[in-house]
Structures are given as structure tokens and as C-alpha cells.
């Protein structure tokens, strides 16, 4: 079965510093990987994508993520942190399953950020 | 012109009870989700359903129970409701296995 390891739960940075959340990941075949950012009192937003191709995807507000199969990792990064950017992050890897798609998501990662 | 909305946003009900929670989208999907996020924001997949057909059904009690009238639509009812059930349910859509669009969520208070 399918897992996702987030392993900071709280990290904190300050504002206009670089940022990266770390994601691993256990999946059998070719993962489908994203990244999903909840604001307090909000739904999930998809901030990325990674299906096939090009490793290092490109999402909304200036983030990017790389995927690397050789360390079940698709760490999520920022050059220049925002305050709004506080929020819960969210890893997730897609299986398949017909005509649906199981998400099993991490437990996610809160940023705080300082001014 | 919400893409995945659902109501009500906000359940306070007491215990035994049964509820409803509704679920549209407006994004011409063909598949919708339901998942729980607990107290401690952990977010695990209940159900899935394509085109009004059942396709994800996870470990989770009979009493609750997903009815999808149209491929727009995939409501989520809860019979005789637990302390337990307290928590956010979102729902979600996609286009087949493609991306899926999370709704607002919906807090439910069971007390």
C-alpha cells in the first residue's frame, strides 16, 4: 500500500527567506505526486502536480517541486517566502483505481511564517 | 461560479442523529470524492464514485452512506451519529484519475 512521510510537522521561517517542505513517498510503480496547501477554515488548493516528464514542476505563488525516484522524495521549495504563504501543506500520491483516484495524503506540514 | 461547493458548511448535531451533507460541482467531472479530515487535520479517502457508480469504498462504518443522484452531485448520509464523526469532510472531483478540486469543507459537530 501506498504511504506518505512528511517529517516536519511545524516549521517556521521569516518572511523573504527560502523554504522547503520535505515529502517522501512509498509507491509501487510510477507515482503521481502533489502538493495541496489548506489556509485555516479552508479547503485544499492544489499548488502542484507531477505525473511524468520533467522533474521539477512548476505550481501557483511562486512554488516548484522536484521529483527524485531515488529517494522516494518530492520536496516542495520557495525562494522567497511570503506572510500569506502560512498555511498546512499537504503531500499526496495518487494509485489509481479504474475510473477514480485514491489520494493518501501526508499529515501534513504547518508553516509559520515571521515578520 | 464555485467549481466544488457543499452544504452546510458548518453541522452542530447531537448523538443518534442523521444527517446529510450535499456536494455539487459545476466542472463537468465525471468522478467525486469524499474524504474526513480528523482533529489532528489527517485526511484519509472515505469514497469514490464515476458516473453514479461506486468505485472506492474504504473501511468505513455502514452507517454512513454516499448517494449520487447525477455525475454533478455525490451526497454523504449519516445515520445514528457518533462522538467520533465529529470532524471536516470535504468533498472533491476530478476528471476521471486526473486532478482533483477539494471543496470547501464541512465541519461536523457531533455532541
Known amino acids: 500500500a501506498q504511504s506518505v512521510t512528511q517529517p516536519d510537522i511545524h516549521i517556521t521561517v521569516s518572511e523573504g527567506a527560502s523554504l522547503e517542505l520535505r515529502c517522501n513517498y512509498s509507491?509501487?510503480?510510477?507515482?503521481?505526486l502533489f502538493w495541496y496547501v489548506q489556509s485555516p477554515g479552508q479547503g485544499l488548493q492544489l499548488l502542484l502536480k507531477?505525473?511524468?516528464?520533467?522533474?521539477l514542476v512548476q505550481g501557483i505563488k511562486g512554488f516548484e517541486a522536484e521529483f527524485k525516484r531515488s529517494q522516494s522524495s518530492f520536496n516542495l521549495r520557495k525562494p522567497s517566502v511570503h506572510w500569506s504563504d502560512a498555511a498546512e501543506y499537504f503531500c499526496?500520491?495518487?494509485?489509481?483505481?479504474?475510473?477514480?483516484?485514491?489520494?493518501?495524503f501526508g499529515t501534513g506540514t504547518r508553516l509559520q511564517v515571521t515578520l | 461560479d464555485t467549481a466544488v461547493s457543499q452544504t452546510p458548511k458548518y453541522l452542530v448535531t447531537q448523538m443518534g442523529n442523521d444527517k446529510s451533507i450535499k456536494c455539487e460541482q459545476n466542472?463537468?467531472?465525471?468522478?467525486m470524492y469524499w474524504y474526513k479530515q480528523d482533529s489532528k487535520k489527517f485526511l484519509k479517502i472515505m469514497f469514490s464514485?464515476?458516473?453514479?457508480?461506486?468505485?472506492i469504498n474504504e473501511t468505513v462504518p455502514n452507517r454512513f452512506s454516499p448517494k449520487s443522484p447525477d455525475k454533478a452531485h455525490l451526497n454523504l448520509h449519516i445515520n445514528s451519529l457518533e462522538l467520533g464523526d465529529s470532524a471536516v469532510y470535504f468533498c472533491?472531483?476530478?476528471?476521471?484519475?486526473?486532478?482533483?478540486?477539494f471543496g470547501p469543507g464541512t465541519r461536523l459537530t457531533v455532541l
Open positions: 499526496a500520491v495518487g494509485d489509481r483505481a479504474g475510473t477514480a483516484s485514491k489520494l493518501t
Open positions: 507531477y505525473f511524468s516528464g520533467d522533474t
Open positions: 509507491y509501487g510503480a510510477t507515482p503521481y
Open positions: 472533491a472531483s476530478s476528471q476521471v484519475t486526473d486532478t482533483q478540486y
Open positions: 464514485y464515476n458516473n453514479k457508480e461506486l468505485i
Open positions: 466542472l463537468g467531472h465525471d468522478t
